[in-house]
C-alpha cells in the first residue's frame, strides 16, 4: 500500500499496481497500524512499539483469588 486519501465522498487507496476508491475502509493492520493510521491522518503521534513480554504464574498457595 503506498497511499491512502480520504476525498470527503470516498476513499482512494492506491498500492504499487492499482487504485481501489470507497466509501468505506476497514483497517486490520495489527502492529502496522500506526503507519497505516499516519496515512489517513498526519496529526496522528502514536507509535507502536513491539515487544516480547514476559509472564509469571502466582503459585497457586499464593493465590487469593
Known sequence: ?????DKGSEIIVTT????????KLISCAGL???KI???TNE????????FRGE???IKDE????
Open 55 to 57: 509472564y509469571y504464574k
Open 16 to 23: 504499487n499496481t492499482s487504485e481501489i476508491k470507497t466509501k
Open 32 to 34: 502496522y497500524s500506526d
Open 43 to 50: 496529526k496522528n503521534d502514536v507509535v507502536i512499539i513491539p
Open 62 to 65: 499464593k493465590n487469593i483469588w
Open 1 to 5: 500500500m503506498k497511499n491512502i486519501a
Open 37 to 39: 493510521t499516519k496515512m
